[in-house]
């Protein structure tokens, strides 16, 4: 996810705060802090902020059941 700062071109985002993951997925708010508290997804904590890195939401996003046909290795 690319973004801007000041003093800096375009760099990938390493982590993400929890409350942007829904925009980012399309999950609800819920169901991620329902994944947090069963193991499934990891987020990391700086004191009240709860921060998400992007590795770790696309292999919890890749870890849920699929549907009709399996996905390409490609894209996998």
């Given at each position: 996810m690319?973004?801007?700062i000041e ?5 990938d985002?390493?982590?993400v705060p929890?409350?942007r993951?829904?925009l980012?997925?399309?999950l609800?708010r819920?169901?991620l802090?329902?994944a947090v ?18 590795a770790?939401?696309?292999?919890y996003?890749r870890?849920?059941?699929t549907r009709?046909?399996e996905p390409?290795?490609a894209?996998?």
């Open positions: 690319p973004t801007n003093g800096l071109d375009t760099v985002a390493v982590a929890l409350e993951v829904p980012l997925t399309g609800s819920t169901r802090f329902g508290k069963e193991g499934r997804l990891t987020i990391r904590k700086d004191g009240k902020s709860s921060i998400v890195e992007l770790e939401v696309r292999r996003i870890s849920l059941p009709g046909r390409d290795e894209t996998a």
